[in-house]
């Protein structure tokens, strides 16, 4: 099946400063990469996704590139704000499952 | 958006015992339903997934008689926890997608389980 990694684990920034986040994955047969922010005790909350047909997405100050050929694509956020900070998951999917990434917890110092 | 509710929100239960938690979606039909369990400060790792009328397909490693997964009607799933013991204590999170095409999946809010 498929095997996601995601890095760092733990991220710490300065509040203004961009963050990235990292994942690979194994399966070329999945198409469609999202990315979830989860706050302690909640839901994950989809904030940014991406499918294969497609290298780079933006919203406001959250990016996500893709690279099919290398199998990775990144979690880009710029002018990060003490609210930002949260866990978040990369995920790879087929469309039939979806396989998640460790997450990372990410801190924004004010 | 699409709301997934999932009752209870938490539930204790006695070791041996059986526990069901339910996953709703309330404005759409949830052609796929996905069961996910998640440890303190981990990743979500997903159980099995369902299909509207047949049976789930369980990921590698998951005990299909100890979570059995019933996915009557196109917005409802239950996962019944069977002969609960303590290391099954857990977060438990449901999604569902609306169908084929459909990526995207909507999460339930969790139903936190505690085995005594």
């Known amino acids: 099946g498929e095997n996601v990694e995601q890095h760092p684990s733990t991220l710490s920034v300065q509040e203004g400063d961009s963050a990235v986040i990292k994942c690979t994955y194994s399966?070329?047969?999945?198409?469609?990469f999202p990315w979830y922010k989860q706050e302690l005790g909640k839901r994950p909350q989809l904030i940014i996704d991406?499918?294969?047909?497609?290298g780079e997405k933006k919203d406001q100050r959250i990016a996500v590139t893709l690279n099919k050929t290398a199998k990775h694509f990144s979690l880009h956020i710029t002018e990060t704000q003490p609210e930002d900070s949260a866990v978040y998951f990369c995920?790879?999917?087929?469309?039939?499952?979806?396989?998640f990434g460790t997450g990372t917890s990410l801190t924004v110092i004010p | 958006g699409a709301v997934v509710s999932q009752h209870p929100s938490w539930v204790i239960c006695k070791s041996g015992t059986s526990v069901k938690i339910e996953c709703r979606s309330l404005?759409?039909?949830?052609?796929?339903m996905f069961w996910y369990r998640q440890f303190p400060k981990q990743s979500l790792m997903l159980m099995a997934t369902?299909?509207?009328?047949?049976?789930?397909?369980?990921e590698q490693g998951v005990e299909k008689d100890k979570f059995l997964i019933n996915h009557a009607s196109l917005t409802l799933s239950t996962l019944t926890v069977t002969s609960a013991h303590p290391e099954d204590s857990s977060f438990y999170i449901c999604?569902?997608?609306?169908?084929?095409?459909?990526?995207?999946?909507?999460f339930g809010p969790g139903t936190r389980l505690t085995v005594t």
């Open positions: 999604s569902a997608s609306s169908g084929t095409g459909q990526y995207e999946q909507y």
């Open positions: 399966d070329s047969a999945s198409n469609y």
């Open positions: 991406i499918r294969s047909n497609v």
């Open positions: 995920a790879a999917s087929t469309g039939n499952q979806f396989y």
């Open positions: 404005d759409f039909q949830a052609t796929t």
């Open positions: 369902s299909n509207e009328g047949s049976k789930a397909t369980y």
